[in-house]
């Protein structure tokens, strides 16, 4: 069964707040890169490459259901942040407006009835929990290292750490 139009619409853009997501990910980590903030600027970049594929399970979903591909404009993202905390802070509110999208997809595929996007969608509903939290934990330990410089560096080392997640 094709997918409907209404929610090829809303997938597609979807696909957009995935890249979106992906590009303002990006930014933030050129932002930490040119503070000397390499293992920040990793973390970024790790977390611009999951959103990237997240908008590829979408993108590849929506084709095989027989929908159409439109790719949207991605709009610009800021390139200036302030402390480590408020870029992390702007990652937290990004996922938040995140899971929302996600949920009002998964609320016009119940109302449909499109049962295999409802359950394609799950796997995306428990990946929003993931992050937010991963994120919210980074933002705890920053407000700990707040005032201490050497703290803020042994963060920064262990976010150099985090590698790719491969969506299953
Ligand atoms: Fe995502
Ligand atoms: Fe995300």
């Not at 920040?40 to 590849?60: D, G, I, N």
């Amino acid at each position: 069964m094709n997918i409907s139009t209404e929610l090829e619409v809303a997938l597609n853009e979807q696909i957009g707040v995935e890249f979106s997501a992906s590009h303002s990910y990006l930014s933030m980590a050129a932002y930490f890169e040119r503070n000397a903030f390499d293992g920040f600027a990793q973390w970024m970049y790790v977390q611009s490459e999951e959103e990237r594929l997240h908008a590829m399970k979408f993108y590849q979903y929506l084709n095989d259901r027989g929908g159409v591909v439109r790719l949207p404009r991605i709009d610009a993202p800021h390139w200036e942040y302030g402390l480590v905390r408020e870029v992390f802070e702007a990652s937290l509110a990004q996922e938040h407006a995140v899971t929302e999208h996600i949920y009002n997809l998964y609320k016009k595929a119940q109302d449909e009835s499109d049962f295999a996007t409802v359950s394609f969608l799950k796997w995306f509903v428990d990946e929003q929990v993931e992050e937010e939290k991963t994120v919210s934990d980074m933002i705890d330990k920053l407000k700990m290292a707040e005032g201490n410089p050497e703290s803020l560096l042994l963060l920064d080392r262990y976010a150099m750490e985090r590698k790719v997640a491969k969506p299953a």
